[in-house]
């Protein structure tokens, strides 16, 4: 079956530790999506990539660092750096090309990080 | 920075009664999408809007796109309480630096009373 896995779904962590989230689709997707989700705030993006080996920041940047080394994959690293780190995280591809710039994003089913 | 406003945050509604949620973006979008993620689970797409003026419907479900492709509603006729979730609209934005940057609205948190 084709999808997106995400690991682990749960995660608890000590401040100051970096923690890395793995996110890998079989689905042949070109576009990768971090998001993070907290109550009341939706979802707001972290890191996109188009293509392997590329990667822009997204709205809330500062504390993550991102990779696309392969097509299928593209982990998410919560840094110490990062103030408030506990939150849902979602990884999302979608098909994208620069002739077609539409396509659903088809979601993981996240992971939920905690950081005691 | 390109941001997708979304209202109403919350609303409660008796089952039977009609629902909409608004979308509005600071910058003209390539499309917009509608997701519903029921409690607990992940974000599941509903429908894309490509064109200006755009409507689409899906049985109670009717989503629009406005003329100048900013703003973007959805609206449930006679809910049910299998309508319960929260409805995400986001946005595509056109072109540039952002090629590729989809931004969600802050969500709409749908609760059907029966």
């Known amino acids: 079956d084709g999808g997106i896995t995400q690991s682990p779904k749960y995660l608890f962590r000590k401040e100051g530790q970096n923690v890395t989230l793995s996110c890998e689709q079989n689905?042949?997707?070109?576009?990768m999506y971090w998001y993070r989700q907290d109550p009341g705030q939706g979802l707001r993006l972290i890191y996109y990539?188009?293509?392997?080996?590329?990667?822009q920041k997204g709205d809330i940047a500062e504390g993550y660092s991102v990779s696309r080394e392969k097509k299928e994959s593209f982990p998410l690293t919560v840094t110490s750096a990062q103030k408030n780190p506990t939150a849902f995280y979602l990884c999302?591809?979608?098909?994208?090309?620069?002739?077609?710039?539409?396509?659903?994003?088809?979601f993981g089913e996240g992971s939920r990080l905690t950081v005691l | 920075g390109q941001q997708v406003m979304q209202i109403p945050q919350y609303q409660h509604v008796q089952e039977g009664e009609d629902f909409t949620t608004y979308c509005n973006s600071s910058?003209?979008?390539?499309?917009i999408q509608w997701y519903k993620q029921r409690p607990g689970g992940h974000p599941v797409f509903l429908i894309q809007?490509?064109?200006?003026?755009e409507v689409k419907k899906q049985k109670r479900l009717t989503f629009q796109f406005g003329e100048a492709k900013k703003n973007s509603s959805l609206h449930i006729t006679a809910t049910q309480t299998t309508d319960v979730g929260t409805y995400f609209c986001?946005?595509?934005?056109?072109?540039?630096?952002?090629?590729?940057?989809?931004?969600f609205g802050q969500g709409t948190i749908l609760t059907v009373h029966p």
């Open positions: 999302a591809s979608r098909i994208a090309t620069r002739r077609m710039n539409t396509g659903e994003l088809f």
């Open positions: 689905l042949n997707h070109d576009a």
């Open positions: 990539s188009q293509i392997v080996n590329d990667f």
């Open positions: 910058t003209t979008l390539s499309n």
């Open positions: 809007l490509v064109k200006s003026g």
């Open positions: 986001a946005g595509l934005h056109a072109g540039g630096t952002s090629y590729g940057k989809l931004t």
